[in-house]
């Protein structure tokens, strides 16, 4: 069955550091890639989103790449600022079914 | 836009008492609105799939008769625990897609149920 699988946290970073999330995912078909982060005490947020092979989803300075060839989303971003903190969760879902998401990875972006 | 709203965000019961949570989609209309559980630092997990009008399809391991759902409009979904026990202490969230964006699934800020 389809599964995602994303890299083990806590992730802690100074400010201003570079940020890489690795998610890889296993399905059949073309499933359409999330990318969901929960602040704490919130509920999910989508972030961002790729529907297709080589779309980039970008949103508040966050990007990721659906790569089929390498069945890979990873989140990336330039600068973290402490306000980034939170809870990111990898997720795909195909032929619009339900979301299947990956374990999550927690940030934490230390001042 | 595409705001779920849950209510309500935290509930404390006894062992064995119902508890109702209610799944609202306020500026869209929601087909399908799905269930999950949220064990402390662990991800999402489905429990059901409701389509409006219709019953509701539950994941493997989900008792049906436990979890009730119901979709019965486009903008309103609940889950009744019954018979509450501590082991279902838990945070539920439901999720709802429509709109016409049929990948994108919005969240609700979930529901803390702590059963004494």
């Known amino acids: 069955g389809d599964s995602v699988t994303q890299m083990e946290g806590p992730v802690t970073l100074s400010e201003e550091a570079f940020l890489t999330i690795n998610c890889t995912y296993t399905?059949?078909?073309?499933?359409?890639l999330f990318w969901y982060v929960q602040y704490p005490g919130e509920g999910l947020q989508l972030l961002l989103k790729a529907t297709k092979a080589d779309d980039k989803g970008s949103n508040k300075g966050f990007e990721a790449t659906y790569r089929k060839e390498t069945t890979s989303f990873h989140l990336e971003k330039g600068s973290v600022q402490v306000s980034d903190s939170a809870v990111y969760f990898c997720?795909?879902?195909?032929?619009?079914?339900?979301?299947?998401f990956g374990k999550g990875t927690s940030l934490l972006v230390t001042p | 836009g595409a705001v779920v709203s849950q209510h309500p965000s935290w509930v404390i019961c006894k062992s064995g008492t119902s508890v109702k949570i209610e799944c609202r989609s306020l500026d869209f209309q929601a087909t399908t609105m799905f269930w999950y559980r949220q064990f402390p630092k662990q991800s999402l997990m489905l429990m059901a799939t409701s389509n409006e009008g219709s019953k509701a399809t539950y994941e493997q391991g989900v008792e049906k008769d436990k979890f009730l759902i119901n979709h019965a409009s486009l903008t309103l979904s609940t889950l009744t625990v019954t018979s509450a026990h501590p082991e279902d202490s838990s945070f539920y969230i439901c999720?709802?897609?429509?709109?016409?964006?049929?990948?994108?699934?919005?969240f609700g800020p979930g529901t803390r149920l702590t059963v004494l």
């Open positions: 399905a059949t078909g073309y499933p359409s």
């Open positions: 999720s709802a897609r429509g709109g016409g964006n049929t990948d994108t699934q919005y």
């Open positions: 997720a795909l879902s195909n032929s619009g079914y339900a979301l299947n």
